[in-house]
Structure formats: structure tokens, C-alpha cells
């Protein structure tokens, strides 16, 4: 699926089963949410805090993609309500941070 299917398919399911779209303001608030959710997973798999439960911890890549997943639903959402291509929007921030990072990265001691 491209990043315009994407958002196609987003937009058919908004019309057909969500009913509509939530306003930009909620739809803001949920994506900080789903961000939190996913960033909880991350601190529990990649970071130093541990899982509650070892039935968390067997699911718990399953679960960071369906958050992943969910933050992804929620930022299309937002792209399709302000009329942002994201395909176009990706496209442009990528040639963006080559232009400026081309050599930036490249000779970064932190890096090496």
C-alpha cells in the first residue's frame, strides 16, 4: 500500500464506518495519546523500565506494532483533514534533510 492508498483507504473507512472524522483539535489529542502509548512500549522493550507481567512481555512486539500502527491511522487522519498530501509532505522533508544533512551525518564522530 503507498502513503496515497493509504490515505484513500483511511478516508473511505472515515466515510463508510467511522461516521467522521473527529475534529482537528481531538484528532490532535488522540495522536498525542497514541504517541504515548507506543512511547510506553518502547521504554519497556528498548529502555530501562520493565513489563508488569511476563504475558506483557510475550506480546509486547505484537502490541508495538499495532501502536505504531494506530499512531499512523491517526496522523493520516489529521493529513487528510488539512488537506496534506503526505506522500508530497514525505518527499519534500526528505529532500529537505539531504540538502542540509548530506555531509552533516557523515562526518559526525558521535556517529562513527
Known amino acids: 500500500m503507498t502513503i496515497k492508498q493509504a490515505q484513500q483507504t483511511v478516508d ?3 466515510k463508510t464506518i467511522g461516521v467522521r472524522y473527529f475534529n482537528e483539535l481531538t484528532n490532535t489529542a488522540v495522536l498525542m495519546e497514541e504517541v504515548g502509548e507506543m512511547s510506553r ?6 529502555g530501562e523500565q520493565s513489563f508488569k507481567t511476563e504475558t506483557q512481555a510475550a506480546t509486547a512486539k505484537d502490541d508495538l506494532a499495532g501502536e505504531m ?3 499512523l491511522f491517526v496522523l493520516i487522519c489529521l493529513a487528510n483533514q488539512t488537506g496534506v498530501d503526505l506522500t ?3 518527499q519534500k522533508s526528505l529532500d529537505k534533510k539531504t540538502k542540509r544533512d548530506k555531509i552533516r551525518h557523515q562526518t559526525n564522530d558521535k556517529l562513527k
Open 41 to 46: 512500549l518502547m521504554a519497556r522493550i528498548y
Open 69 to 71: 500502527a494506530d499512531v
Open 12 to 14: 473511505e473507512w472515515i
Open 88 to 90: 508530497e509532505a514525505l
